[in-house]
């Protein structure tokens, strides 16, 4: 690019940045990539922040998949429940429409599909966890033997083992492994790849929280320390994915902040998952539009998270938002090339 010395790559992916916003207190200031090494280089802080920022994501095996990490990737949502927010019982109890769902999110071009088997939304019942892995796991099966890289959205550890065991490939938990006392042993015992998701109170529910001073630093700091107890107990580093929990606890305001601050947390080292799709607050910033109504403002918040280097988009829409990030890339790779 001719520019050596003055850029930086972004977690290895397709992403250059020339400078960072310094955050200290009672004042931020702007260091250009050229001067680093001069201003920050005496900090031991900030040396291992820019490392984890600028190395490259190793790719994730997952059976006989590989999985690299170097273009964001669609994750996406195929739930199996009567109540979630978007598509709550489309596909409940019936696993071969479930999973023929899945091969066609598949044949869109998701690269994993993210099963749930219950519903996160403010006030959704708890399902009992035998109903769950009843839900969950005939479902895995069958998309696990058409080939599809399967996660499975749960904070149950009986619901983990029964879907590792069925052939699942990732754990995604909206609790960061803290609501089940099990879900750790679960996850460190199988060496499968895990998504931490942050909620305010994970112990409790997902959606509870009383406000943050400075958001973005908050969530950074809790998934931080939860990847370093993660790690203590035995999970790979390298196998760890973090969410900032858009929406989960959180207001309008902060779900912006975050939103606006998502290249931050590439100082945690570790792949990002986005789920903003359909949510909340799109319809705040839309004239209040219901759910069936929000894929302008999904992919929207889709290239925000491709923009800021996210390496995996949780979505509903997969055709759209699968469309929306091969047009980009094509921005992309013209950029990198031309001149």
Request: aromatic share 4%; glycine share 12%.
């Amino acid at each position: 690019m001719g520019r050596d010395g003055e850029v930086a790559r972004l977690a290895g992916g397709m992403l250059w940045f020339t400078a960072y916003e310094v955050i200290e207190p009672g004042i931020r200031r702007t260091v250009p990539i050229a001067d680093f090494t001069r201003l920050l280089g005496d900090s031991g802080r900030a040396a291992a922040l820019h490392a984890a920022i600028t190395a490259p994501r190793a790719p994730l095996t997952l059976g006989a998949r590989i999985l690299r990490l170097d273009q964001p990737h669609v994750a996406a949502i195929l739930n199996v429940t009567p109540d979630s927010f978007s598509d709550g019982g489309q596909l409940e109890d019936d696993p071969v429409a479930a999973a023929h769902a899945g091969f066609d999110m598949v044949a869109r071009g998701a690269s994993i599909v993210d099963l749930g088997g219950e519903s996160t939304r403010p006030g959704a019942k708890m399902v009992w966890e035998g109903d769950e892995v009843k839900r969950v796991v005939p479902v895995v099966e069958r998309l696990v033997k058409s080939g599809a890289i399967v996660s499975v959205d749960t904070r149950k550890a009986a619901v983990m083992d029964a879907a590792i065991a069925a052939g699942a490939h990732i754990i995604n938990d909206v609790s960061a492994l803290l609501w089940d006392d099990r879900a750790l042993e679960v996850v460190a015992k199988a060496d499968c790849p895990v998504i931490l998701m942050h909620s305010p109170d994970p112990a409790k529910g997902p959606h509870g929280g009383s406000g943050y001073g400075n958001v973005v630093i908050e969530v950074f700091d809790w998934l931080e320390a939860r990847i370093a107890a993660v790690v203590a107990a035995g999970v790979d580093h390298g196998r760890i994915m973090v969410d900032p929990g858009i929406g989960f606890g959180k207001g309008l305001a902060d779900n912006l902040a975050l939103l606006n601050g998502l290249a931050m947390f590439h100082g945690l080292g570790c792949p990002i998952m986005l789920g903003a799709s359909r949510k909340r607050m799109i319809g705040a910033l839309s004239n209040e539009a219901p759910v069936g109504e929000r894929l302008g403002g999904s992919l929207a918040l889709a290239l925000k998270g491709a923009e800021a280097g996210v390496h995996l988009l949780r979505v509903h829409d997969v055709a759209e938002t699968v469309q929306a990030l091969r047009v980009w890339r094509g921005f992309k790779d013209q950029a990198l090339v031309g001149r």
